[in-house]
């Protein structure tokens, strides 16, 4: 079973990293990549205390969130210690490399907590934050640097982080008032 799913994760990988080069993905792939690798997420998660009393809990628990689930990420990666696909697959299109372990992926963790926890606060905006964390999670694919597994375990990550910053910020919150 399990050499079946590693040969799954392998066969996906190859499907969405060689379709092609395309100078539109090449280029939306980047631009998810700065959204986390360049702050861009933390920057507007801060941008928001300066608003009102519900944008400074948004930013409060998303600065949390996101913190918490770049430390967990990190502390997962060096437990697991799994290696980039470039490591293990010849013929692989490599838009960037990377000096870490490749599982969990932490843009996925950062994009869908980030989307748990803005989706909870903006409503109306719920599909975006998803559909957004969901092409920064196939980006990192296309980019050669994560095997599926590793962004389907980013989006966990993510997702469960985010949703117990918003308990633990709701619990805080309302006992505080």
């Not at 934050?129 to 962004?151: E, K």
């Not at 993510?158 to 006992?175: D, S, Y």
């Amino acid at each position: 079973m399990i050499e079946l799913l590693k040969h799954l994760d392998v066969s996906v990988f190859r499907t969405l990293n060689l379709c092609g080069t395309n100078p539109w993905f090449d280029m939306m792939a980047q631009s998810f990549d700065m959204l986390v690798s360049k702050g861009i997420l933390f920057v507007l998660a801060f941008c928001l205390i300066f608003f009102t009393k519900k944008d400074k809990l948004v930013s409060i628990t998303l600065l949390a969130g996101m913190n918490t689930a770049y430390f967990l990420n990190t502390f997962i990666k060096n437990i697991v210690q799994r290696n980039r696909p470039y490591n293990n697959i010849i013929n692989v299109n490599i838009r960037h490399m990377m000096d870490s372990f490749s599982f969990p992926s932490g843009h996925t963790a950062l994009a869908f907590t980030f989307a748990i926890i803005a989706a909870h606060f903006y409503k109306k905006y719920t599909m975006v934050f998803y559909f957004i964390a969901a092409l920064i999670g196939l980006s990192r694919i296309y980019d050669g640097v994560h095997y599926p597994s590793d962004v389907i375990g980013g989006m966990i990550l993510g997702l469960v982080t985010g949703k117990v910053l918003l308990v633990l910020t709701k619990e805080l919150w309302t006992n505080g008032e």
